[in-house]
């Protein structure tokens, strides 16, 4: 049956569960043991991109392993539908058609997210001028706009400020630069690539972050009629369309859905298969995982995870194929159930450690030295009322309410949900004893 996602509530916060209830947004977790098989659906920080780039075309865009119920991706496709598109989900995959030429400014009093950075950067180069309300998101630190509006002047846009809202225009149309980014930056990389993919002439972007959904989304762009070559984390080349065409897309597996089962595996001394796993996408966190106490064996799409014990880690975040800074709380929650003291430096966002005031309340020590997070890990992790200040914060608690005594409540639970397809119904097929309410 098709669902059109413009009957959804939109605009609310509300969780919504694997049976369609929405319920409150406090997770109740209890003692668990994860076991049993699972697949990890189409990446939210690839799908997420895909729906702003689909903005740049008037022709019908197809979405397979979509993943319907991820909070983010619905609140982003009401504004794709308040931009003029018509988007039906059937099962995991999502149609998008152009209804009528999207307006230049975004008119949207729901939550916002931080991809209306993009939808900004589609606008301005699909109708030469865009307007959107200030981005949302995890609050990470200083997570400013700058990078973004240099990517926008120098393809010929201006870029202004009125209110809470962020203004570009470019009357004549984009035109292709040389644009240097003084830091590899995720964002300002993907807006690039969707900017540019309109622009007239040539675009060498020096200094990208090169990870895999920044790939998919080159590969999406390319197949709609963009020329685009890689040429390492060096610079990425984009010879712009007069015009781009629809397509038929596969959204990339999760990586951050792949480390959430396989570490709530080993922490939990779960047996668990994970299909769709990525394991070309986690090469390097994976070598860190296996020396931290993890069982992994990889075969072909899938990936074994037998029961282990958590050893302590110590890691730095850092560019792709390193561990991405969105990995670090979930390192934290393996680290707090070792034996030892582990450390973690997040070399982007060095303030990332909130989350470590949330894991005291459960027993758990911890301290930040000089921008190392020293964890102390324990088997007297107790369960507590916690709140989710982030998405991967929300995931990593989940998973630590699994191995504490009693029970944990998690106020702002809707957080895990922003990122994680089917979270709870999966994590319950799992074994996993988790419930919404009070």
Request: proline letters at 4%; hydrophobic letters at 45%.
């Amino acid at each position: 049956m098709n669902t059109n996602i413009a009957s959804l509530n939109l605009a609310s916060d509300d969780v919504i569960t694997d049976d369609s209830a929405s319920l409150s947004s406090i997770l109740r977790v209890e003692r668990s043991r994860l076991v049993g098989e699972v697949r990890v659906s189409g990446a939210k920080n690839s799908v997420l991109r895909l729906l702003a780039a689909s903005l740049l075309t008037s022709e019908r865009i197809v979405l397979h392993n979509y993943p319907a119920s991820l909070l983010d991706a619905i609140v982003h496709v009401g504004m794709l539908e308040a931009l003029g598109k018509t988007c039906v989900v059937n099962g995991d995959t999502l149609t998008i058609e152009e209804a009528t030429v999207p307006p230049s400014d975004l008119e949207w009093q729901g939550r916002s997210i931080r991809n209306t950075l993009l939808i900004l950067g589609a606008l301005v180069a699909r109708t030469g001028a865009g307007s959107v309300p200030m981005p949302g998101g995890c609050d990470l630190g200083d997570r400013k706009t700058d990078l973004h509006e240099m990517v926008l002047t120098r393809l010929g846009a201006r870029v202004w400020y009125e209110g809470e809202r962020l203004f570009a225009e470019a009357p004549n149309g984009l035109t292709g630069a040389d644009i240097v980014l003084p830091m590899r930056s995720t964002g300002a990389t993907e807006n690039a690539l969707i900017a540019a993919s309109l622009a007239r002439g040539t675009t060498r972007l020096w200094n990208p972050h090169i990870r895999p959904e920044i790939l998919d989304l080159a590969r999406f762009l390319e197949r709609m009629g963009a020329k685009i070559t890689v040429y390492g984390q060096e610079s990425i080349e984009i010879v712009g369309a007069e015009q781009l065409d629809g397509i038929v897309h596969r959204v990339m597996p999760d990586n951050m859905e792949a480390m959430t089962w396989l570490i709530g595996s080993v922490i939990t001394g779960g047996d668990i298969e994970i299909h769709d796993f990525p394991a070309s996408d986690l090469e390097v966190p994976l070598i860190f995982l296996r020396e931290s106490g993890a069982k992994v064996f990889c075969a072909g799409d899938t990936a074994i995870v037998r029961s282990g014990r958590a050893y302590p880690v110590e890691i730095s975040t850092g560019p792709y194929p390193g561990i991405n800074s969105d990995m670090q709380p979930l390192f934290a929650a393996m680290g707090a159930c070792a034996r030892g003291e582990s450390r973690i430096v997040d070399l982007r966002f060095i303030n990332r450690y909130a989350y470590l005031e949330e894991f005291a309340k459960m027993g758990i020590a911890s301290d930040v030295r000089s921008g190392t997070a020293h964890i102390q890990g324990t088997s007297a992790i107790h369960g507590a009322d916690v709140r989710a200040l982030d998405l991967r914060a929300g995931s990593a608690l989940s998973l630590l309410g699994m191995v504490a005594n009693g029970s944990t409540r998690i106020t702002d639970a809707w957080q895990i949900e922003r990122g994680y397809d089917q979270f709870l119904a999966k994590a319950k097929a799992l074994g996993a004893n988790m419930q919404y309410g009070g």
